[in-house]
């Protein structure tokens, strides 16, 4: 029995590198290229929402619904909420410096037994908590 794939869940900060040629964006192609035929590379409900709102903050609202088309072309799975992720997010986010998103997010790596990749040092605490998958982070822009 071959060993069972590995599991990604790529954070709005992965996404945006991999939308915007960042440093890293080969990383996040890889990991789609390889593991996401085999459905095993999924989103956030949360990312959904945050690449929208940057988008929209930064370029418009046009451009904010072509980033969601694009998103919607890519071999991912977006997990929903439900309410046992919510209380984990809740736990994630009693005991960390998080956003709410990047609690939901966390949680849900956590949930999967996912590596999270990302770019946002506020994932770092978690590192006993969940497997990380670091990109190279861009100065400039904040965490997402």
Not at 80 to 94: V, W
């Amino acid at each position: 029995m071959p060993p069972a794939a590995e599991t990604f869940v790529l954070d709005t900060s992965a996404l945006l590198c991999l939308k915007q040629n960042e440093a890293g964006a080969s990383e996040v192609e890889a990991i789609l290229r390889e593991h996401g035929k085999k459905e095993t590379v999924f989103i956030s409900f949360m990312s959904v929402m945050e690449l929208a709102s940057i988008l929209e903050q930064e370029q418009g609202e046009t451009a904010a619904r072509q980033g969601i088309l694009q998103l919607k072309q890519l071999p991912v799975q977006i997990v929903e909420s439900d309410e046992p992720l919510g209380l984990a997010a809740a736990r994630i986010k009693a005991g960390h410096k998080l956003s709410a998103a990047d609690a939901w997010i966390a949680a849900t790596a956590e949930r999967l037994g996912a590596a999270l990749v990302h770019k946002d040092p506020e994932f770092e605490p978690l590192a006993g908590l969940i497997r990380l998958k670091s990109l190279p982070r861009k100065s400039g822009r904040g965490s997402s």
